[in-house]
Every structure is written in structure tokens, then in C-alpha cells.
């Protein structure tokens, strides 16, 4: 693998000549995807979801038929597709808008798509809440179980949710469905850290993470509980079993912070995450999807936005630099430079998605409304990776010493990420 890494771009550029080396003798990469550029991760899987589960087994033919009304698509939706074998789900999907001309040729199913992806987060349905509120990322509402009261269980209407998220990768189609970077995670099955909580909670983060760094002996009077909210009312729920009696202390608080951290992002929507990912598995095997990183899925599922950097240039502000900084001119150039992906990754990486607001980045949200982006300089030598707040939209970016090592040191971070305090 040390030529690999060595060689990544070679080996990437022979891999857009020649995919199919991903199954003969490039093979061992699939053990180590971070060597896989995206757009070659994206066309292994679109060729692979598409075939057959047994390589002998024929593609089934036929079409999956839909007839919605447009002002009832989710509800019509629903109850035609909810009873579908997956085999069926898999089927060239065929939409008709009743009382509307036309025939399906592409177009009206990929409006189908685009309506779904509206109406799945639709505050009424309570399936989903921004995160953080006023946000622009969605994970399930830990209150999701009001919809029982139409008398489905809310939990079809995320498995649903999951056939629908799930035929769209299946189909190639691309849906405007954002989530939380922790919601990603889980459907890769990947560890979630405390550090995932500082896009749900940042101010839960900041205390979680004060925590870790000092000594909590007669500071803190806490114990192995958290509270819930069900529309106000409020409950305390135990992280143990006798949680309620089990003081935190300087010898427990990593437990306590590993279990806080899962209850805010795992625990209170296990069952709604569950019901989605059983529907969402039906659509894509887990297996095929596991080559991508929580970031790449995000690109998967909704695509490459268009990102105008004088937009952005326009629409950031500075803090320890100024416009004419050194590292400031650097970063913009370095910018002007990257590709639509790696553009879109930087974003990611900053803000915690790649979507861009309708109006552009002068419409930027942070945890506490509007919040344009940020570069702040970031104090130590040029051997440090610059990071990011995302709740803040900022960008934490060391004093480099020339245009090579910001390019350099930016890509690693943006690519790879920054590890922080993970569950013990």
C-alpha cells in the first residue's frame, strides 16, 4: 500500500481509463477507499448497484408504475409503493401526475424525486428536524411518534422515507435531502465521535469538551442521566441502569461523555434511524456503499453543487487576517484553482454541507441565523492542518509559509478530517 499511497494519482487516473481494474488487479485499493477519488468510488458503485445480487441472474424488465396527485404526493406515495417486494422497488419507476398531460420520458419522474425530497421534510409530518434549528441539515425527530396518531406507525413512514432515499441512489437520480453529518455515519455504520455533537449542540459541545480537558473534582454535579423534551414536557432518562444514583466523576466522565454524546445522536431516534436504514438496505446493499466516507455520501445521494467563488469571496469575513493577507490571497487563488468537487468538499468541510443556499452565500445559516463564512487564524506552525467550526461556518487557517504548503496542508485536512475525541 506504500506505492499506492505514493502513486495515488496515477493509480486514480488509470482507474477513470479502466474502471474494471477495481475488480481485477487494483482490487486490494477496495481494502483502503481513502485511495479511491470520488468520481471513481462514484462510478464502481453505479455500475455494481445495478447488477444483479447474483452475477448469473438476469436484469428484471418491466416498470414500476406511480400514479400521485401532485397536492398528495407523499400520501399517495406511500400507500402505493409501501407494499412493493424490493425486486419490484428496483424496477424503471413510471410517474403520472393524475389530471396532468404528459408522458414520463425521465423528466416527470425526476420531478417526482424532487417533490418527495420536499415533502419528507415537511414540518407537518414531523418526520424530521432541522439541526441545528433554523438549520439546513435534517436527522429524525425524536418526537416522530405524533404521526401515530393518523394511525400508521411513524416508523413505516420512515422506512418509506428509507426505499425512497434508497431507490434514488439506485436509480442515479439526485435528491435535494440533506442531512446531519452523525445521520451519514449511520448509514455507513461508521463510529460516531463527542466531536459529531458540535453540528447538533455546539453549546452541549463546548461543555462536553470542557469536561474532558479539566478536572471536574467538586465542580460538577452531574449524574449518569440526560433529559428529554416531548413537546415540553420534560423527562430524564438513565444512560445506565441506576444512572439516576451514579454521580459523574474525574474517574468516570469519559463514560459519561460517550454516553451523553450517543444519547443526543443515536440513542433518543434509534428506532427511527433503524426503520429507515431497513429501508434504505433494500434499495443499496450495505457492502457497496461502505467504500464511500460520510462526506462522499453526502455528494452521492444530492450531487455536486455549482460553487461560485466570487460569490463566496464576497460573502466571507476575516478574523487575525485581511483580505490582503499573504495566506488569504493564497487560499482564494487556491480555490480559484480546485475542481467542482474538491470546491464542494471544501464547503462541506467549513459549513457541514455542501448545499448552498437558493440566494448564495450572503444566505449562509450558522447555530444562530445568518452567519457568512469565516477565515480565522489559526496560531502555530505551518506543520498544523487548518480546521473547521461548522456551527460557525469557520475556517481555522494556520500563518503557512508559502501558496505550496497552505495547497498542501488544506487538502489533507478538507480530505481527510480531522480526528478528535472518539468513543472509548
Request: some cysteine; charged content about 25%.
Amino acid at each position: 500500500m506504500h506505492f499506492a499511497e505514493r502513486h495515488r494519482r496515477l493509480m486514480n487516473a488509470y482507474l477513470r481509463r479502466a474502471p474494471a481494474l477495481l475488480e481485477g488487479s487494483l482490487s486490494p485499493l477496495m481494502s483502503v477507499p481513502r485511495l479511491i477519488d470520488f468520481d471513481n468510488k462514484r462510478s464502481w458503485f453505479r455500475t455494481r448497484v445495478r447488477s444483479p445480487a447474483d452475477a448469473a441472474a438476469e436484469r428484471p424488465y418491466g416498470s414500476l408504475r406511480l400514479a400521485v396527485r401532485r397536492e398528495h404526493v407523499f400520501e399517495d406515495s406511500f400507500y402505493q409503493l409501501r407494499g412493493r417486494p424490493a425486486e419490484e422497488m428496483r424496477l424503471k419507476l413510471n410517474v403520472t401526475f393524475q389530471g396532468e398531460e404528459g408522458i414520463d420520458a425521465g423528466g416527470v419522474t425526476r420531478e417526482w424525486y424532487q417533490v418527495m425530497a420536499r415533502e419528507m421534510f415537511n414540518p407537518n409530518l414531523a418526520l424530521f428536524v432541522t439541526v441545528p434549528e433554523g438549520g439546513s441539515t435534517f436527522q429524525p425527530n425524536p418526537n416522530s411518534h405524533v404521526q401515530n396518531d393518523r394511525g400508521i406507525s411513524h416508523l413505516d413512514y420512515f422506512r418509506f422515507v428509507g426505499r425512497v432515499v434508497g431507490k434514488a441512489l439506485h436509480d442515479g437520480q439526485l435528491i435535494d435531502a440533506y442531512f446531519t453529518r452523525s445521520f451519514y455515519k449511520h448509514m455507513l455504520g461508521s463510529p460516531l465521535t463527542h466531536v459529531d455533537l458540535e453540528a447538533v449542540d455546539p453549546e452541549y459541545y463546548k461543555a462536553l469538551s470542557w469536561m474532558l480537558s479539566n478536572d471536574i473534582t467538586d465542580v460538577l454535579d452531574l449524574t449518569f442521566t440526560a433529559e428529554t423534551d416531548f413537546f415540553g414536557r420534560k423527562e430524564t432518562v438513565e444512560l445506565v441502569p441506576g444512572g439516576k444514583d451514579l454521580r459523574v466523576t474525574e474517574a468516570n466522565k469519559l463514560q459519561y461523555v460517550n454516553l451523553v454524546a450517543r444519547h443526543r445522536m443515536t440513542t433518543s431516534i434509534t428506532a427511527q434511524i433503524n426503520a429507515f436504514l431497513e429501508g434504505f438496505w433494500q434499495l443499496v446493499p450495505r457492502q457497496l456503499i461502505s467504500i464511500f466516507n460520510d462526506h462522499e455520501l453526502e455528494l452521492l445521494i444530492s450531487g455536486l453543487p455549482d460553487i461560485d467563488v466570487d460569490d463566496l469571496r464576497a460573502n466571507t469575513e476575516y478574523s487575525g487576517y485581511s483580505a490582503t493577507s499573504p495566506v488569504i490571497r493564497w487560499f482564494w487563488e487556491a480555490v480559484g484553482e480546485m475542481d467542482k468537487q474538491e470546491r464542494a468538499q471544501l464547503v462541506q468541510f467549513v459549513t457541514g454541507t455542501s448545499k448552498v443556499p437558493l440566494e448564495g452565500f450572503k444566505a449562509l445559516q450558522g447555530i444562530s441565523g445568518p452567519q457568512k463564512f469565516q477565515i480565522h487564524k489559526a496560531y502555530g506552525d505551518g506543520s498544523r492542518l487548518a480546521s473547521a467550526h461548522t456551527c460557525f461556518n469557520q475556517l481555522d487557517l494556520p500563518e503557512y509559509e508559502s501558496k505550496e504548503q497552505l495547497v498542501e496542508r488544506l487538502k489533507v485536512a478538507v480530505s481527510e478530517g480531522n480526528v478528535g475525541f472518539g468513543f472509548g
